[in-house]
């Protein structure tokens, strides 16, 4: 695999030099200044790259590997006619990062909100902070706190009466720390939600349900896909993060059907997967392993990291890489033999981008302010993990090589 992490950009307390010296070849990163929906210039784009490259010639090469997130405009997502303007200049951008060099884009289609969780410091048994999701505490947010009408009917009586009562003893602090956190931007952008103004863009989806989510998200990739096959841009969708509703609001990319159906409404090689197994991890009847082998030739980007289940099957955090509900071993080696294969096929690269997805604050950077799931050190054993794993997997392979033949015609056809 191609070894990578992701970085916000100059502003970003993981310098360049943290990705450089954690063994990463590749940068994952994207115009986070630019609004969402304007088309990315052609001299933007080579600033970054610029930027990234800059030490290269006295220290290991770092390049721009994979764009994350070239961002979809929310009236793509709700298929508004402003959205003609808006696909328009989504194939633009690709054109111009094609034009740079870029061959990899990850975005994700989920309503107004990215991935969620209810707290960004959630202790751990040694004392490291993870990342955690706690559906009664997301009852409070949305109950107590935002008041969403309707909102009642979307949890059990149990639930919605445990939050009512854990919100009559929460301090103002505790109050503003769940509504900061629920109310998070997309990861690097330098704002996020304003409650006040927040019911407004749930009811802009009020009549937008499940189906007609998915129909927003075919038309879509039906106009951009082919251009970026094109170009020679492979598109990677990133599941959903939880991969469940959310405040009304549907979520469609969340299991492996909903995956299959995705590639069936475009069938063209551009339009792949960006695997997070830690979204996908987050459901028990996702087959993380099952899902690597059947799709395997359109995963475009990989984003390894493991969740915990708790006892309330939606409660969830993040695990050590190799701990957690995920086999790591049975899906990296599912990649590994993936990457084979394209090898034995002749494939130009066969190395996959992949990035140690989120961490655990731990050790001096309990002491740094840095971007949730986003600091180095946690990132850092994430990937000297894994990429202990993959090389103990290729040893093992090299001595029991599996053939490649043994891959069924169906998933050669995903």
């Known amino acids: 695999m191609l070894h990578a992490m992701r970085w916000f950009g100059p502003h970003d307390p993981v310098s360049l030099f943290d990705i450089r010296q954690a063994g990463c ?7 986070h200044q630019l609004p969402v929906g304007a088309p990315w210039p052609a001299s933007e784009i ?51 990062l094609a034009a740079c060099g870029l061959r990899t884009v990850c975005y994700n289609f989920m309503p107004v909100l ?10 751990m048994p040694d004392g490291s902070r993870a990342l955690r999701f706690v559906w009664q505490d997301f009852a409070v947010f949305d109950l107590c706190i935002l008041k969403r009408p309707g909102a009642a009917a979307d949890y059990a009586t149990a639930v919605a009466e445990a939050a009512r009562q854990q919100f009559a003893v929460m301090s103002a602090e505790e109050i503003a720390t769940l509504t900061n956190t629920v109310l998070l931007g997309l990861p690097g952008s330098e704002e996020a939600f304003e409650l006040g103004g927040f019911q407004r863009l749930l009811d802009e989806y009020a009549a937008i349900d499940a189906e007609a989510l998915r129909e927003n998200l075919y038309y879509f990739i ?22 469940y509703p959310l405040l009304g609001l549907p979520r469609v990319v969340s299991t492996a059907a909903d995956i299959a159906q995705l590639f069936a409404a475009c069938d063209v090689p551009a339009n ?42 939606r409660n969830f955090h993040e695990a050590d890489h190799l701990a957690g509900d995920v086999d790591m071993y049975a899906v ?20 996959i981008p992949m990035r140690p997805d989120h961490g655990h604050q731990m050790l001096d950077d309990l002491r740094k302010t840095t971007y949730p799931g986003y600091s180095a050190i946690g990132r850092l054993r994430g990937l000297a993990e894994l990429r202990g794993l993959e090389h103990g997997i290729r040893r093992g392979l090299a001595a029991a090589p599996e053939p490649v033949a043994r891959l069924p015609e169906a998933r050669q056809r995903a």
Request: net charge negative.
């Open 272 to 313: 792949g997967l960006t695997f997070c197994t830690g979204s996908l991890g987050v459901r028990a009847d996702n087959d993380l392993a099952a899902i690597a082998r059947q799709f395997g030739p359109r995963i475009h980007f990989i984003h390894l990291r493991a969740t915990k289940r708790e006892e309330n099957p």
């Open 114 to 123: 990215d991935w969620s969780r209810t707290n960004t410091g959630y202790e």
């Open 25 to 31: 070849a590749g940068v994952v990163t994207a115009l």
């Open 46 to 96: 080579q600033a970054r790259q610029r930027l990234i490259e800059a030490d290269n010639a006295t220290h290991t090469a770092l390049h721009w590997a994979v764009v994350e997130s070239l961002p979809v405009h929310e009236d793509i997502k709700k298929g508004r006619p402003g959205r003609e303007q808006y696909i328009a200049n989504y194939m633009e951008s690709l054109r111009n």
């Open 222 to 243: 039906r106009e951009v896909a082919p251009v970026a096959q094109e170009v020679g841009i492979n598109l990677c969708i990133h599941p959903d993060d939880p991969p």
């Open 332 to 351: 990296v080696r599912e990649l590994v033999l993936e990457e084979q294969r394209r090898a034995e096929q002749g494939a130009a690269d066969s190395a």
